[in-house]
């Protein structure tokens, strides 16, 4: 059964969730980071799957600084203005320095939950640029960083991944929908020359015909084939990284 945990942060309380395989009293950990909809079924299912591969999963809210909010339709909601109004303000305040830093408070709370060994890092959408940003914060913890349709990983902004690259040590992977507004072509260049230059061990995979969301099935862009092969590669980043 999943565990309820509340992480105490400086700026307030995270509630988190906590996914550990059945009889294991410790095991590889991985940080699941949330898209913009918010921790809710679709991304319990998905920490589930891992935490059946043998990984203690940790889905935080990283959201909690905005209180009680939601749940939010994954199909509808940036279509309603209000609360695309919303949403789009809770992504823009809660920056990649905050998630950098809550980062190192999951990190224990993983820690206190008895999982202090190696740790990967997922993240969907928004989640993407915050699990590679958090293995640049955390090099000495997170081993492995995998993004799925993140936006924005190599903009002009000083805290994109790219620009924080050189403070990877964790082997990476970024799996790219086809035809994406917030990572087109040239930023998905420009973070693969960053990583080339850091010495990063990494890829950057397209999957072509894939829209932004492809992975999670509460999307309404929600693939299954594509889906599936965006398992198959955790499974072997966590595999070849975690283990042993």
């Known amino acids: 059964m999943p565990k309820q945990i509340d992480i105490d942060i400086a700026d307030g309380t995270c509630a988190a969730t906590l996914f550990v395989p059945a009889g294991a009293s410790s095991s590889p950990a991985v940080i699941l980071y ?8 679709a991304m319990d299912g998905m920490a589930e799957r891992l935490a059946g591969q043998g990984y203690a999963v940790l889905v935080p809210d990283l959201f909690y600084r905005f209180g009680t909010y939601g749940p939010f339709d994954a199909k509808t909601a940036f279509a309603n203005a209000e609360t695309g109004q919303f949403l789009r303000r809770m992504i823009t305040e809660t920056t990649q320095a905050m998630t950098a830093a809550d980062t190192g408070a999951f990190l224990d709370a993983l820690a206190n939950e008895g999982f202090a060994g190696k740790v990967g890092t997922v993240g969907y959408c928004m989640g993407g640029g915050r699990a590679l940003n958090a293995a640049a914060a955390h090099p000495d ?10 936006g ?5 902004a000083p805290d994109s991944p790219a620009a924080n690259a050189a403070k990877i040590k964790a082997r990476v992977y970024v799996g ?8 087109p072509p ?3 260049a420009r973070l693969a020359q960053a990583f080339r230059e850091a010495e990063v061990d990494h890829l950057v995979e397209n ?13 309404s862009v929600y693939d299954e084939a594509g889906a599936e092969r965006h398992w198959k590669r955790l ?6 990284t975690l283990r042993g």
């Open 186 to 188: 040239e930023q998905s």
């Open 235 to 240: 499974a072997t980043l966590f595999d070849e």
């Open 34 to 41: 949330m898209d913009a909809f918010g921790p809710r079924p």
């Open 207 to 219: 999957y072509v015909g894939m829209k932004h969301g492809w992975c999670v099935p509460d999307h």
């Open 176 to 183: 790219v929908a086809g035809v994406d507004g917030s990572f």
């Open 152 to 156: 924005n990983l190599a903009n002009d």
């Open 141 to 150: 913890r997170i081993v492995a960083a995998a993004s799925l349709h993140g």
